[in-house]
């Protein structure tokens, strides 16, 4: 076990640095021409694959970290530069780790690295859970996987929504219904390799915010992989669903697995939005004058800007917390939850208090608060909503069903 501390070490403070640089030197200048454009921003993605930063080793190195922190830290960033551009770069971690949380080690060896590529042939990866009738309801999947034995071949049918990455992604990890009676427990993870027919993006979405990062459906038709892409393997699956059958606790679900291990790294991109919108804020206060004075002498902005330092704290130590608890223990009342939780609210409030702190200027699309506010709001809805987290929290400190 590795102590907690509030002090990074040299290599953590090496890593934060170097991805402020990019981040302020590469993501800042270019990320309001990606917002509008709406596309997935493939230069700064391949050139975050030269610097090592786009990459299965980044990825690896920041995960095997045993105080959990180096990857909320890099992230934390990253989203500070853009949390459009940051999702563009990170959208392939969720199925990398999709992957890890279920898959054999050989697979992992195969499939993880497929999922970035190379430097020179960048590769992306997406995880795709929800469904349009079911997104925090992931019980309710209709996606089916059909297996053939004489052929060891599965068959995917099905419509995937709101997938980050979806459909121009390379590798495709989809959680399927294996066995409907049996809802979450009777669900498996699949690899969908590189140009497998029968997979097509349907419509990309038009969103709000992190417009730069690409969402979209994907349509599984007839889908065909061999027994190898069964993540996990058929005979842990069929020991699963044997002891669903007989009503036995199955352990956690392949879903639900991921996004638990995931959710202080979602807290890390919130709290990066928000931390953008206050060091501006703060600078904009100190400039502005009104009435004679800068407009931060008047305690009404004051005091905003001190609960927004505050809250950005406050976030930051409930997600290194919670980091440093996946590697060092266990969740025990949801921390992971209370993290993501507590710095997708903050930032969605700092980025409001920003745009009212720069008034009719946050309003207008000059300024980076308005951004910055339409992105932060994601973050209390992917990757389970506010509502969902408050239910996790709450059922892991009563030990009750709460509904
Ligand atoms: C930009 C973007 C990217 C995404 N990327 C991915 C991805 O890569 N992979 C993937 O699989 N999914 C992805 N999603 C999907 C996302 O995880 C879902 O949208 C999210 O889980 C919410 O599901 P839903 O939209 O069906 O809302 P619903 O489940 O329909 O919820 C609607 C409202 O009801 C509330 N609610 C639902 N159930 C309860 C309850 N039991 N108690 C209290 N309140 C409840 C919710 O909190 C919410 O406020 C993405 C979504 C977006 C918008």
């Known amino acids: 076990m590795t102590d907690f501390s509030l002090n990074l070490n040299e290599d ?22 990606w917002d509008e454009r709406e596309e997935f921003p493939w230069p700064v993605v391949q050139e975050a694959a030269q610097i090592g930063l ?65 430097a020179d042939n960048v590769m992306l990866g997406a995880f795709c859970v929800s469904e349009p009738d079911a997104g925090s309801d992931v019980s309710s999947l209709r996606t089916r ?27 495709h990890v989809v959680v399927a219904s294996v066995d409907a009676e049996l809802k979450s427990k009777g669900q498996a993870s699949f690899i969908v390799p590189p140009n497998t027919p029968g997979l097509s993006m349907g419509q990309k979405y038009k969103k709000h915010g992190i417009r730069a990062s690409h969402t979209a459906e994907v349509v599984l038709d007839d889908v065909k992989v061999p027994g190898s892409c069964l993540l996990g393997g058929k005979d842990k699956l069929d020991a699963k669903l044997a002891r669903a059958r007989e009503n036995v606790s199955t352990g956690k679900q392949p879903a639900m697995a991921t996004f638990e291990a995931t959710r202080p790294a979602v807290g890390a991109q919130a ?7 206050y060091e501006y804020a703060l600078d904009y206060a100190k400039e502005r004058h009104a009435f004679g ?20 704290d406050a976030s930051r130590l409930l997600i ?15 921390e992971g939850s209370m993290s993501k939780w507590k710095a997708s609210e903050t930032a969605v409030r700092v980025t409001e208090e920003a745009i009212q702190i720069l008034g009719g200027y946050g309003y207008t699309r000059e300024y980076p608060v308005e951004r910055w506010h339409r992105d932060a709001k994601i973050h209390t809805i992917f990757e389970g909503t506010s509502e969902i987290q408050q239910l996790v929290i709450s059922r892991a400190i009563s030990g009750l069903r709460i509904e």
Request: charged share 15%; with cysteine.
């Open 12 to 33: 953590q403070l090496q890593i934060q640095k170097w991805v402020h640089d990019f981040a302020e030197g590469v993501i800042r200048p270019v990320a309001e021409e």
């Open 145 to 171: 996987a059909v297996y053939d034995e004489a052929k060891d071949e599965w068959t995917l049918n099905g419509t995937k929504a709101w997938i980050t990455n979806g459909g121009i992604a390379d590798v």
């Open 54 to 118: 786009y990459g299965v080793d980044f990825l690896l190195n920041a995960m095997g970290d045993p105080t959990g922190l180096t990857l909320p830290v890099a992230i934390e960033e990253l989203f500070w530069g853009d949390a459009g551009i940051g999702m563009a770069i990170m959208g392939s971690a969720l199925a990398a780790a999709g992957i890890a949380g279920n898959g054999t080690p050989e697979q992992v060896m195969e499939w993880v690295p497929q999922c970035y590529g190379t």
């Open 293 to 312: 004075k800068p407009i931060i002498m008047n305690q009404a902005i004051a005091f905003k800007l001190a609960n927004m330092a505050t809250e950005i």
């Open 271 to 277: 709290l990066g939005v928000a931390r953008a919108a």
């Open 320 to 334: 290194w917390r919670a980091a440093w608890l996946a590697k060092n223990g266990t969740f025990k009342n949801g």
